[in-house]
């Protein structure tokens, strides 16, 4: 065998090239260039903003890398798409539960990885797991925009998609405001919302707010009423 650098370059690279290497098992191998990127766009490898997983038909337990419709199905518009089961181990075996978590109450799309005309994008509502030991959660979707269906066997990138974010509020109605004394309210929006407050006859009140964390503040009005508190 000749020297690497005897070789001439080939300057028109093509999905059908090959290369040469090494199998697992220390035999030598051609590798076609297309198979290399199927791989590469298929494993997660290289898809560092979203988690790769494979659309399967069966109404069986999910393995790692996996999702499906609740019941099984093939063929199925993105349109129509309102819950799926989703695997929360990627096909490498690593934990992707918190990264699904982080998209709840922001948006989801779905695309195919060999065709990205092929996608769905949604508000994501809700990714429960109904046993703590289960491996896949249950998500429910609310359908915003998108092209074809879901096919079987292909690959699909999850990603974050702020198209679909869900903009989080408070409501607290009917609370009893003493004059110069503190209210604590307890809106868990993991932010510092804005915060509007109306008496009972529908009239803007302003009170001192201070914001103890980014899930409550304490209010303070120079006079007693009755009246709702509004945060987002």
């Known amino acids: 065998m000749g020297r690497i650098s005897d070789y001439s370059l080939d300057t028109t690279v093509q999905v059908t090239d090959k290369l040469l290497g090494s199998n697992s098992d220390g035999t030598t191998r051609n590798f076609k260039l297309d198979a290399i990127t199927e791989f590469l766009n298929t494993s997660g490898t290289i898809n560092l903003n979203g988690v790769v ?64 005309n092929e996608f769905g994008q949604y508000t994501f509502v809700s990714a429960v797991k109904a046993n703590p030991a289960d491996t896949f959660a249950t998500f429910t979707l609310a359908y915003l925009n998108g092209n074809s269906t879901l096919r079987q066997d292909k690959h699909y990138l999850f990603n974050l998609d702020n198209s679909g974010r869900i903009d989080k509020n408070f409501a607290q109605e009917n609370i009893n405001f003493q004059a110069n004394t503190e209210k604590t309210i307890s809106h868990n929006l993991a932010k510092f919302p804005a915060v509007t407050v109306i008496d009972s006859g529908g009239s803007h009140i302003v009170g001192d707010v201070q914001h103890t964390d980014n899930n409550t503040f304490k209010i303070t009005f120079k006079a007693t009423f009755q009246g709702s508190v509004y945060a987002n």
């Open 53 to 116: 997983e494979q659309f399967q038909i069966e109404d069986t337990d999910l393995i790692r890398g996996k999702f499906k419709l609740p019941n099984g199905g093939n063929g199925i518009n993105f349109s129509q798409v309102t819950s799926l089961k989703v695997s929360l181990k990627n096909i490498s075996n690593v934990d992707v539960s918190k990264f699904f978590d982080h998209l709840v109450g922001h948006g989801l799309k779905i695309s195919r990885v060999d065709n990205i």
